[in-house]
Structures are given as structure tokens and as C-alpha cells.
């Protein structure tokens, strides 16, 4: 019997919400619950994930693109919500339902079923905010959210994962000549406790990159600072110059899911294949599938419309 693989889908990431969603064969964890409710059921239908299927939630921090949906999306259902002491502690004065809270420290390791955790802490102005790694015996992801700066701590959690799901929130140059925000907000996103700029995590991809690094999603691109592409490019080119070609880059938006995805290569029952040629294969099996993934000869396109969808809880966009 073959052994399950770790798949990730993106229900959506930018400043209006964030939600993903990790799935170990019959094991389903939702990584964070910023979208409404109502849409975090439907996408995940959309997915042909059961939202009653679920089996955990996992939140890396209190801010309410990462935790609006939770009181509604569990009155029906009595699931185990995971975070630290501290974010738990915030995030349950607005969570009436039934839920069952599982706090942790930062930096210890738990499981959900057949799926281990490792956390770490991140620096963001957050109460406790957390990294996390999450791992079977064939596959590994890192999820990154809301990181000011990147770490040795965060380096070292994150080499060798196979696929990576991280923010990079804006593009320094847009963000200075943007017009919208006075300058302490510009700062404030830009400080040691704010987002990633595309450079900032391409710099972090470049040092985590491994042979096993199959894939990169970006998330949490600013509708006003950042483009896909240009974000796409630039970590694109960072993992080219190292020789990381066939890894495939491509990002979550915030209004359309990115489906579940295997998160590293097969490698059971299959003939000798150099890495090369595996990953060139998900690389086309998932271009095909995809309008996100960056293609090198890629035109850059007009920066996305802002969203209004939900009210903004955070200073960050
Ligand atoms: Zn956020
Ligand atoms: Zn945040």
C-alpha cells in the first residue's frame, strides 16, 4: 500500500483573509481561519473537502485575517483549535462556540493523527506568533505567515522542506512610491515586526533550498504593493541562480482557491529518474493545471484591484 503524501491547497491569502488547508490521507487541518465562514465552507467544497471532515485547526497568530471565520465556521462543528497559550488565550474572548482549545508553547512539537507539528517562533506584531512545520514520513511543509524578518531560528526550521507556503507581502520600490498610506504605516509593514518584501523571502528560499524543495507558494501579496508576477520573479530568479530551476513557484490569491497539490516528488515504485527530470514532470503537471505558476518569459501584469470584502483588523494590507 502506498503511503500517503502531505497535499496542500490554498482556500486564499492576502490581507482580507488567510486559510489553507493541509491533508494527510483522511487527516485535515485548516491553517488558519481569516476568511468568513461561509467562505471558508465553500471553498473547501470547491476543493471537494468536506468541511465537516476536518480535524484540527492550527492558527499561527491572532490577527483577524487569520482568525474571523473561527467563531462561526465552528458553532456546528466541535473542532480542536491549536495555538499557543498566549494566542489562544486572545483569540477565545471572541470565540463563543463549542470549541476544544489545544494551547502549546511556541517552539514544542505536537501531532494531529499521523500529521507531526513542529512550531517556532516568528517576529510579527503579534502576541505569539508561529512558523510552522508540519511532517509524515514522506514529505514535509513549512508555513510562514506574517514575518517581519527572517531569523536563524526560521533558516534552520525550514531547510529542507519539500514545499513551502510563505508570505511576500510587497515590493519595496511599490511600496515607497505608494500613495495611499501615510509614512508611519509604511514603516510599520516594512519594520522588524511588519511582512516580508519579495526580496526579503527570496532571500529566506534561497537559504532553506534543498534538493527536496519541489515547490513555493506565495502568499499574502499586497493588492496595492506587489504584483504575482513580480513576486513570482523574483523568487523565481533567486532559486534559478542557485541552480534550483525545476522548482515550481506560483502564488495564493485571496479570492480563488489554489487546489491540493502532493507536496513532494514521488518517489515510491518509480524507475530511476534524476531529481531533474521529477521535478520537471510536477512542474508540468501542475503548469497545465494552473494559471499561477510563474513562467519565466511571464509578462507582468497590472497589479491586482484592492479587495473589499472584509474590514481590515490589522494594520497590514
Ligand atoms: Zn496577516
Ligand atoms: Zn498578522
Known amino acids: 500500500m502506498l503511503i500517503p503524501m502531505l497535499e496542500l491547497a490554498v482556500?486564499?491569502?492576502?490581507?482580507?483573509?488567510n486559510s489553507a488547508v493541509l491533508c494527510l490521507g483522511e487527516t485535515r487541518i485548516l491553517i488558519d481561519a481569516g476568511l468568513s465562514a461561509k467562505q471558508i465552507g465553500l471553498r473547501l467544497e470547491s476543493l471537494e473537502i468536506n468541511p465537516d471532515s476536518l480535524s484540527a485547526i492550527v492558527l499561527t497568530h491572532e490577527h483577524g485575517d487569520h482568525t474571523r471565520g473561527i467563531d462561526v465556521f465552528c458553532r456546528k462543528r466541535k473542532l480542536p483549535i491549536y495555538a499557543t497559550t498566549h494566542t489562544c488565550k486572545i483569540v477565545s474572548e471572541d470565540v463563543k462556540s463549542d470549541v476544544v482549545w489545544r494551547?502549546?508553547?511556541a517552539g514544542n512539537a505536537f501531532k494531529v493523527e499521523d500529521i507531526k507539528i513542529e512550531s517556532f517562533?516568528?517576529?510579527?506584531?503579534?502576541?505569539?506568533?508561529v512558523g510552522f512545520v508540519f511532517h509524515c514520513t514522506r514529505s514535509r511543509v513549512g508555513v510562514l505567515s506574517d514575518v517581519g524578518h527572517v531569523t536563524r531560528m526560521i533558516?534552520?526550521?525550514l531547510r529542507g522542506v519539500d514545499t513551502l507556503f510563505a508570505e511576500s507581502n510587497y515590493d519595496e520600490v511599490m511600496l515607497q512610491n505608494d500613495t495611499k498610506r501615510p509614512?508611519?504605516?509604511?514603516?510599520r509593514i516594512s519594520n522588524r515586526h511588519g511582512h516580508l518584501s519579495n526580496d526579503q523571502?527570496?532571500?529566506l528560499v534561497e537559504q532553506i533550498a534543498s534538493p527536496a524543495l519541489t515547490r513555493v507558494v506565495l502568499g499574502h501579496l499586497s493588492s496595492d504593493c506587489n504584483t504575482s508576477d513580480l513576486a513570482c520573479k523574483v523568487i523565481r530568479k533567486r532559486l534559478e541562480e542557485r541552480g534550483f530551476d525545476g522548482v515550481v513557484v506560483e502564488y495564493?490569491?485571496?479570492k480563488d482557491p489554489l487546489p491540493l497539490r502532493p507536496a513532494a516528488r514521488e518517489t515510491a515504485d518509480s524507475a530511476p529518474q534524476s531529481e531533474a527530470e521529477q521535478t520537471s514532470e510536477i512542474a508540468?503537471?501542475?503548469?497545465a493545471n494552473s494559471s499561477r505558476v510563474c513562467e519565466p518569459s511571464a509578462p507582468v501584469a497590472a497589479a491586482e484591484g484592492a479587495s473589499k470584502e472584509w474590514k481590515q483588523t490589522e494594520w497590514a494590507f
Open 11 to 17: 482556500l486564499g491569502s492576502g490581507s482580507s483573509g
Open 103 to 105: 494551547p502549546f508553547e
Open 121 to 129: 517562533s516568528v517576529p510579527h506584531d503579534a502576541v505569539d506568533p
Open 155 to 157: 533558516v534552520d526550521r
Open 183 to 187: 509614512w508611519a504605516t509604511k514603516q
Open 201 to 203: 523571502t527570496a532571500e
Open 252 to 254: 495564493a490569491d485571496r
Open 284 to 287: 508540468e503537471e501542475i503548469a
